[in-house]
């Protein structure tokens, strides 16, 4: 989709299955199941959706889903389905993963990471980029590559450190721009450092949530994933965000959401609900 001087275009990697309870917290399942129907293992379906911004300065991929590394035990236990992925969601845009300049990582975790590197024949693991550099958050990386119990299973470091290793690794400290129209801003709560991407042009903005509102389903402030590591700071980020984004009328893009990629939050007699738009 155009958008002022940027082109938008969400892409996909597939769907993983993650268990309900988890990824809503402390809302009751009675509540959760109209919004997200379980399966008898429990688990619902979300999507993973990087999200490609072409401007002038080139093409930017904004995570890339959960790549092709995984081993058979956790495509089992996390249902994953990549019989539509990433390359193709990239030859259908007409493009191929050589086309990308820029990745950008909204945190570390493997669902978003895990397409940043993939494994060559003889087993080598590389930036699956090969043009492309990478951006992270200083501090996420911190976390990343020093895990502790709680966090450990989401932080795979085949992921980010063959990044390291090849070079082509960038750190953002803080809080600005990365390339033209975009910017990234910490929400913390998920991970401590986790951030979310918002693209401008004109008086036009378009926010990448990723796991501060992974669907359409976690709209409502209380409704948080039980994955997050602070999830009162979630809260009050979200609490803001939402308003903001309410008023300003931002175009959200929802990373895990199995239908809805992409839509308006509005409010109607005090209910949030999606205006959906098709990209
Ligand atoms: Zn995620």
Same mark, same amino acid.
């Given at each position: 989709?155009?958008?002022?001087? &940027? ?35 429990? +688990? ?6 990087? &999200? ?8 930017? &991929? ?37 086309? @990308? ?48 119990? +709680? ?26 721009? @990365? ?24 008086? +036009? ?23 997050? &590591? ?35 939050? +509005? ?13």
């Amino acid at each position: 989709m155009q958008f002022g001087d &940027l082109e938008l275009t969400p892409l996909f990697d597939g769907y993983l299955r993650l268990d309900g309870g988890a990824m809503f917290g402390t809302v009751p399942k009675p509540l959760w199941q109209k919004r997200a129907p379980a399966d008898d293992k429990n +688990r619902i379906t979300l999507a993973m959706r990087p &999200l490609l911004v072409r401007s002038a300065a080139g093409l930017m &991929l904004i995570d890339a889903g959960i790549g092709d590394k995984m081993d058979e035990k956790s495509t089992t236990i996390y249902g994953i389905d990549r019989s539509r992925n990433l390359d193709h969601a990239l030859a259908d845009a007409g493009l191929t993963a050589d086309s @990308i300049q820029l990745v950008l990582a909204s945190h570390l975790h493997f669902d978003h990471a895990g397409g940043f590197t993939t494994r060559d024949a003889d087993g080598t693991i590389r930036p699956r980029f090969r043009h492309a550099r990478y951006v992270a958050r200083t501090a996420e990386w911190e976390d990343a590559t020093h895990p502790h119990e +709680r966090n450990r299973a989401s932080y795979l470091p085949e992921n980010f450190v063959p990044l390291k290793t090849a070079g082509v690794l960038e750190f953002a400290a803080d809080d600005g721009p @990365i390339t033209h129209g975009v910017r990234v801003v910490r929400t913390g709560g998920h991970t401590m450092h986790h951030q979310i991407v918002m693209i401008e042009s004109g008086s +036009r903005t378009a926010v990448f949530t990723a796991d501060l509102i992974p669907t359409t389903a976690h709209i409502d402030e209380p409704w948080i994933m039980g994955y997050d &590591l602070y999830p009162m700071d979630t809260l009050a980020f979200k609490r803001t965000f939402l308003r903001e984004a309410i008023d300003r009328e931002y175009l959200i893009f929802f990373e895990h959401d199995p239908a809805i990629v992409a839509g308006y939050i +509005r409010e109607k007699d005090g209910r949030k609900y999606v205006e959906p738009v098709t990209v």
